[in-house]
């Protein structure tokens, strides 16, 4: 992911534009799913298969949208260390959150102590990469 934010943003700096970067990328990569997909034995499910998935189970490509783009903006503000360590800081958080609750299917796993004191001990991590 480092390289991939170190070429979109190099990208986003030639072209001067993000969201026309943040397109190219996802296009390049649409391509070589394309590619990947010719060449899979898997076989496609029916049309109707479609209509029985709920609509928010679609939405993965727009937050992968988000993500490229906000890591394309940023990564040459603050650098690939400090947007690393806080998207990893984050993920860790929201993971917690998501195993505690069992959001999205997860399967259900407790906020102990154990894991409080690692998620601090991350924030501190971040905390520390980022001083200036």
Not at 35 to 48: E, M
Request: with cysteine; net charge positive.
């Amino acid at each position: 992911m480092t390289v991939q934010s170190g070429i979109n943003a190099q990208l986003r700096a030639a072209i001067n534009h993000p969201f026309l970067a943040a397109f190219i990328s996802f296009v390049g990569g649409t391509i070589a799913l394309a590619v990947l997909l010719l060449f899979s034995k898997q076989a496609f499910p029916s049309l109707s298969a479609y209509s029985d998935i709920s609509w928010y189970k679609f939405t993965g490509g727009l937050l992968g949208v988000f993500v490229v783009t906000v890591v394309l903006l940023s990564v040459q503000e603050i650098g690939a260390s400090n947007m690393f360590v806080l998207i990893i800081a984050g993920q860790l958080f929201t993971a917690v959150l998501m195993d505690h609750f069992g959001v999205l299917g997860m399967k259900e796993s407790p906020i102990t102590l154990q894991k409080m004191i690692g998620l601090v001990c991350l924030i501190v991590g971040a905390w520390l990469v980022n001083r200036k």
